[in-house]
C-alpha cells in the first residue's frame, strides 16, 4: 500500500490542492543533500515540497529501490543485472530524450518487471516553473517514448528532475495519470568525490527506515556509476541477507 497518492488536476491551469510552493530563484545544482535523518526531504533549498506525492511505502520491514537518469547503455544492464542476483525489482525514473537513444533498454527495464516512471524529457529542474501546457507536452511526449520503447508498457509514476517538486507539476503529472515519487534515502552516488561502495552502504544503512524508498542512479552525473552497481550489492545484500528485510516493487 502507497502513501501520498496524488490529488486530480485541472489540465489548463492547475492550482496547488495542498500548499502553496515556493519557487526557487535560483536552479539547484546537484541533488538534494541528504539530512542526517535520511528523510527525502521536506524542503529544497529551503522550498517546501509539494505533500501530495509518494514518499514511502507502508511496508513493515521492507523498502523499495528506484533508479534515476537512465537508460544508460553502460550501466542501467549491469543494475538489472544486480536486480535480478538478488531477485529483486525497482522503478527507472527514465530521461526521455535517453529512451529514445537506447530503446532497446527501456524494453529490457520493463521486461524484467521493473516498473517505469517518467523522469521528463530533459531533466530540467525549472520545467516545473513553466506554463501548464508546456509541462503538458513535456510529460506527455516522454510517456510515449517510453511506453512504445517498453512494448507497451506505460510509466505509472513521474519524478520531478532532482526531486524538485513543485504543486503545478505534481498536479499535471495527476492528471497523465502518473503518481509523483519522491524518496526517503539517498544513496549519494551522484555526489563528487565519489562516494566508495562501503560508505554508501555505511550512509544507507544509517538512514533507512522501514518503508523508504532508496534513491540511486543508473545514468546520468556523474558520468560513472561503477561505484553504485558495487554499492547496490553491499546494500542488497545488508538489507536481505542481514536485516531479512524484503525488497518491495512500487
Given at each position: 500500500?502507497?502513501l ?35 528523510s ?42 544486480v ?22 533498454l ?42 512504445r ?27 497523465l495519470g ?6 526517503k ?25 522501514p ?20 554499492g ?19
Amino acid at each position: 500500500m502507497l502513501l501520498g497518492l496524488t490529488m486530480g488536476c485541472d489540465a489548463g491551469s492547475p492550482t496547488p490542492n495542498a500548499v502553496t510552493v515556493p519557487v526557487p530563484s535560483t536552479t539547484p545544482s546537484a541533488e538534494p543533500t541528504p539530512s542526517a535523518s535520511g528523510s527525502a526531504l521536506p524542503t529544497v533549498n529551503g522550498h517546501l515540497k509539494p505533500d501530495n506525492h509518494i514518499y514511502e511505502t507502508n511496508g513493515t520491514q521492507s523498502v523499495a529501490l528506484s533508479f534515476d537518469d537512465g537508460p544508460d547503455p553502460t550501466w542501467t544492464p549491469q543494475i538489472l543485472a544486480v536486480l535480478r542476483e538478488y531477485h529483486v525489482h525497482a522503478v527507472f525514473c527514465e530521461i526521455g530524450f535517453r529512451v529514445k537513444q537506447h530503446p532497446e533498454l527501456t524494453k529490457m527495464v520493463a521486461k524484467d518487471g521493473n516498473t517505469l516512471c517518467n523522469h521528463t524529457m530533459w531533466h530540467k529542474p525549472e520545467l516545473g516553473k513553466k506554463p501548464a501546457p508546456q509541462i503538458v507536452k513535456d510529460l506527455a511526449d516522454t510517456n510515449w517514448l517510453i511506453q512504445r520503447a517498453s512494448g507497451g508498457v506505460r510509466p505509472v509514476y513521474f519524478r520531478a528532475p532532482q526531486g524538485d517538486f513543485t504543486d503545478r507539476e505534481v498536479q499535471v503529472a495527476a492528471g497523465l495519470g502518473l503518481a509523483s515519487l519522491g524518496w526517503k534515502v539517498t544513496s549519494s552516488d551522484w555526489q563528487k568525490p565519489l562516494m566508495t561502495p562501503k560508505n554508501m552502504l555505511n550512509w544507507v544503512d544509517r538512514t533507512m527506515q522501514p518503508g523508504c524508498i532508496i534513491l540511486f542512479h543508473d545514468g546520468g552525473s556523474p558520468g560513472t556509476h561503477a561505484h553504485t552497481v558495487a554499492g547496490l550489492k553491499l546494500i542488497l545484500d545488508d538489507i536481505i541477507n542481514k536485516k531479512h528485510w524484503t525488497v518491495v516493487t512500487l
